[in-house]
T-cell receptor
Framework: GAGVSQSPSNKVTEKGKDVELRCDPI?????LYWYRQSLGQGLEFLIY????????KSGLPSDRFSAERTGGSVSTLTIQRTQQEDSAVYLC??????????????FGSGTQLSVL | KNEVEQSPQNLTAQEGEFITINCSYS?????LHWLQQHPGGGIVSLFM?????KKHGRLIATINIQEKHSSLHITASHPRDSAVYIC???????????WGAGTKLIIKP
C-alpha cells in the first residue's frame, strides 16, 4: 500500500483477554517500530525491528507484551491478559532503513485500544 | 534530565506570528526528526536532518551539531498549524529514537 496500515483502528476488549494488533509497513521498509501513546502523553517506545537482526525489545513494559515480524514485512503486537493500564493508542512506524540512517519515519494511524 | 528536551511545552500565538520550537539533546545522535501530530490524528514526519538546515513551505528546521540543538520555525503561522510538534533523536549507537515530550502549539485567528 501507499502508507503504513494498522488494524484494527479501534479495539475494545475485556480485562484479561488477549489482543493482537497488526501493522503493515510500507513495502520495502526494513525498519519497523512500535510505540504506544497514552492519553495526553508522549510516545513510549516498545520494540524495534531492523531487517533480519534480532529485535530491540527493550521498551516492552512486561512479559505480557510480545511482537513478531514475519518475513520482514507484517508485524503483530500481542498483548496477553490485558489490563486497564494497557489502554492507549498503539502506533507503528516504518522507514526504508534505520531511522538513524537519514531516513524519514512514516507512521500508521494507530490502533486505539480500550480495556474495560 | 531527559536526553531530549523540548521547549516550550506549550505555545499560544496569533495568526501570522513567527514561531520557534527548540529541541536540545544530550546524547550522540545520527539524525534528528521533527514530527507533527494533530489532535486525534496521526503523526506526520516533517523533517529528518543531520546537519544544516531544511525548508519545506513555511517550515524551516535547523540543527547545530556542536551545540546539540535543533529548532523548528514556522513563518506566517496559521490556525491549521495548531498541533503537537515532536522532536526525536536517533541514537548514534543503536538507532533507537529518543523522543522529546512535544510542544503543543495553538495558533489563534
Amino acid at each position: 500500500g501507499a502508507g503504513v496500515s494498522q488494524s484494527p483502528s479501534n479495539k475494545v476488549t475485556e480485562k484479561g483477554k488477549d489482543v493482537e494488533l497488526r501493522c503493515d509497513p510500507i513495502s520495502g521498509h526494513t525498519a519497523l517500530y512500535w510505540y504506544r501513546q497514552s492519553l495526553g502523553q508522549g510516545l513510549e517506545f516498545l520494540i524495534y525491528f531492523q531487517g533480519n537482526s534480532a529485535p530491540d525489545k527493550s521498551g516492552l513494559p512486561s512479559d505480557r507484551f510480545s511482537a513478531e515480524r514475519t518475513g520482514g514485512s507484517v508485524s503483530t503486537l500481542t498483548i496477553q491478559r490485558t489490563q486497564q493500564e494497557d489502554s492507549a493508542v498503539y502506533l507503528c512506524a516504518s522507514s526504508l532503513n534505520s531511522a538513524g540512517a537519514n531516513e524519514k519515519l512514516f507512521f500508521g494511524s494507530g490502533t486505539q485500544l480500550s480495556v474495560l | 534530565k531527559n536526553e531530549v528536551e523540548q521547549s516550550p511545552q506549550n505555545l499560544t500565538a496569533q495568526e501570522g506570528e513567527f514561531i520557534t520550537i527548540n529541541c536540545s539533546y544530550s546524547v550522540g545522535i545520527s539524525a534528528l526528526h521533527w514530527l507533527q501530530q494533530h489532535p486525534g490524528g496521526g503523526i506526520v514526519s516533517l523533517f529528518m536532518l543531520s546537519s544544516g538546515k531544511k525548508k519545506h513551505g513555511r517550515l524551516i528546521a535547523t540543527i547545530n551539531i556542536q551545540e546539540k540543538h535543533s529548532s523548528l520555525h514556522i513563518t506566517a503561522s496559521h490556525p491549521r498549524d495548531s498541533a503537537v510538534y515532536i522532536c526525536a533523536g536517533a541514537k548514534a549507537s543503536n538507532y533507537q529514537l529518543i523522543w522529546g515530550a512535544g510542544t503543543k502549539l495553538i495558533i489563534k485567528p
